[in-house]
C-alpha cells in the first residue's frame, strides 16, 4: 500500500492523529485531493460490498474517505488501508496476485486514476507512490499467507460444481440397463489375471509366492519368459530360468506382465485397441517411476492400477464396434467410470477399482481433496499422464492444480 505524502504543518499533523489516531498521506490535503479529483473517477462504495480489483481498469485505487480492508480471494485479510492510502492494478500481475478486493463495514469512497494520468502529477509525488508501489508488492507478498497457485485457478467453486455434477451423473451408471447388458456382451479378463491382481494390494507378497503362482500358470510363465528374453533387455544369453528371469525383472514389472497379458486378451487383435493398451504399459512403467522417485520402493499396485486405468476405454471402443449408430453416445461416456464397474463386476480389488474410478478427478483437484486411500496412487497416474504428454509435445508444460 502507498501513501501520497506532502508536507504538512507540525499543527495540523498533530491535531489530525488526535482526531483519527493513525498517520495518513498527503492525499488528506485539499490541494492533492483535488488534482486527483480532477485526474481520477469517483467510485462509492456501500458498506460491506466486495470491490475486486481484479476485474477492474488498470491504474491506481486511492481511498478518498473511509477505511478498507484488503482480501485476498475474498475471505483472507492482507492489510487495512485508510485515506490516502491505495493499491496499483498495474502491478498486480507482476505480483503473482490476481484475487485482490476491497471491502469497507461503513463504505468508503476510491478515486481511480489511470497510469497515463498519474505521469502528469508533480514529479515528487509520483516518485513517491512509485516508490510506494514497489514496496507494496513485496509488502502483499510478505503478508500473504503461503498458499499455492493451484487454489487460485481454476477456484474453488468450478471445482465444486464439476465435482457435483459429474457425481450426479455417474451415479445413474448403475441403473443404467444398456450398460450392464453391454458389459456381459465383453470379454472377461482371464481368471489367472484376476487372481494375480489381486496379490498386488499385499505389502507383504514374497518372492516365492510370485514365483509359484507363476510357476503353475504356464501361460504366465512363458509370457514371463518372451519379455526377459525381448531385445529391450538385451541379454546375451537366453534365459530358460523361471526363478532367475522373476528375480532379474522384479515384482512391479512382473505385475505390468501379466496384467498387460490379461488386458491384450480382452481388447483381442484390433489394432485401434493395441494403441491403447500399448499407452497403458508405457504409462504402468513411469507411474512406478515415479512412485520410486518419490522416496517409495516400485508399487505393485501402482504398476497394475497404470495397466489397467484404460479399460472403460477399451470397452467403450469394443461396445461401439456393437453398437453401430450410438458412437457419438458412447463417446460421451466416462472410461474412468465405466473401467471402475467393469473391473469389480470381474472381481478385481476394490481399491484398484476406486483408485481408477477418481482418476477423472485429478485435473481440476488439489492433492488433499482425493481420496486418502489412493491419493498417492493416483497422484502418481495423473503426473504419469504429464509426462508422457510433455514427452510426445503434446502441449506445454502443464498447469493443473494437481501437477503444481
Known amino acids: 500500500m502507498f501513501k501520497f505524502l506532502k508536507k504538512r504543518s507540525v499543527e495540523s499533523t498533530k491535531a489530525h492523529s488526535q482526531t483519527n489516531g493513525s498517520k495518513l498521506g498527503s492525499f488528506t490535503g485539499d ?11 469517483v467510485i462509492n462504495v456501500m458498506p460491506s460490498e466486495r470491490f475486486d480489483l481484479s476485474s477492474r481498469q488498470d491504474g491506481y485505487y486511492i481511498i478518498a474517505r ?14 487495512s488501508m485508510g485515506e490516502g492510502q491505495g493499491v496499483s492494478t498495474l502491478m498486480l500481475p507482476d505480483s503473482g496476485l490476481y484475487s485482490l ?21 508533480d514529479t515528487p509525488l509520483k516518485s513517491e507512490i512509485d516508490r510506494s508501489t514497489l ?26 460444481c464439476l465435482k457435483n455434477e459429474r457425481h450426479a451423473l455417474l451415479g445413474r451408471y448403475d441403473s443404467s440397463s444398456f450398460i450392464k447388458e453391454a458389459m456381459d456382451e465383453v ?76 488386458l491384450q486378451s480382452m481388447a483381442g487383435k484390433s489394432t485401434q485397441l493395441s494403441g491403447i493398451t500399448n499407452h497403458s504399459i508405457i504409462l504402468s512403467n513411469v507411474a512406478s517411476l515415479l512412485s520410486a522417485a518419490g522416496g517409495r520402493k516400485p508399487s505393485p499396485i501402482v504398476a497394475t492400477i497404470g495397466i489397467l486405468h484404460d479399460v472403460g476405454e477399451i470397452f467403450k471402443t469394443l461396445i461401439k ?10 463417446d460421451h461416456l466416462s472410461g474412468p467410470k465405466l473401467g471402475s464397474m467393469l473391473l ?61
Open 31 to 41: 490541494h492533492y485531493r483535488n488534482t486527483l479529483y480532477s485526474l481520477g473517477t
Open 66 to 79: 473511509g477505511t478498507a480492508s484488503m482480501l485476498l480471494n475474498d475471505q483472507i485479510e492482507i492489510q
Open 101 to 121: 478486493s476491497l471491502r469497507g463495514r461503513e463504505g468508503f469512497k476510491l478515486v481511480h486514476v489511470s497510469g497515463a494520468a498519474i505521469k502528469t502529477i
Open 135 to 160: 514496496h507494496a508488492v513485496k509488502k502483499i507478498k510478505k503478508s500473504t499467507p503461503a498458499m499455492e497457485s493451484s487454489r487460485e485457478l481454476p477456484g474453488e467453486y468450478v471445482r465444486s
Open 187 to 262: 470379454r472377461s479378463l482371464p481368471t489367472v489375471t484376476q487372481r494375480f491382481i489381486g496379490l498386488s494390494l499385499s505389502d507383504s507378497v514374497s518372492n516365492a509366492e510370485i514365483t509359484a503362482f507363476v510357476k503353475n500358470n504356464p501361460s504366465l510363465a512363458t509370457e514371463v519368459l518372451r519379455v526377459v528374453n525381448s531385445s529391450f533387455h538385451g541379454l546375451r544369453n537366453k534365459v530358460t530360468d523361471i526363478n532367475y528371469a522373476l528375480l532379474y525383472l522384479g515384482l512391479s514389472q512382473i505385475f505390468q506382465i501379466v496384467a498387460a497379458a490379461g
Open 321 to 330: 464396434e456393437k453398437h453401430k449408430g450410438m458412437e457419438l453416445l458412447i
Open 344 to 404: 469389480a463386476q470381474w472381481g478385481i480389488p476394490e481399491p484398484i477399482c476406486k483408485a481408477i474410478e477418481l482418476q477423472e478427478q485429478s485435473p481440476y483437484s488439489l492433492p488433499d481433496e482425493l481420496d486418502e486411500d489412493c491419493r498417492k496412487h493416483l497422484a502418481c497416474l495423473h503426473l504419469g499422464h504429464r509426462v508422457c504428454e510433455f514427452v510426445n509435445e503434446e502441449g506445454g508444460l502443464p498447469t493443473d492444480p494437481l501437477t503444481q
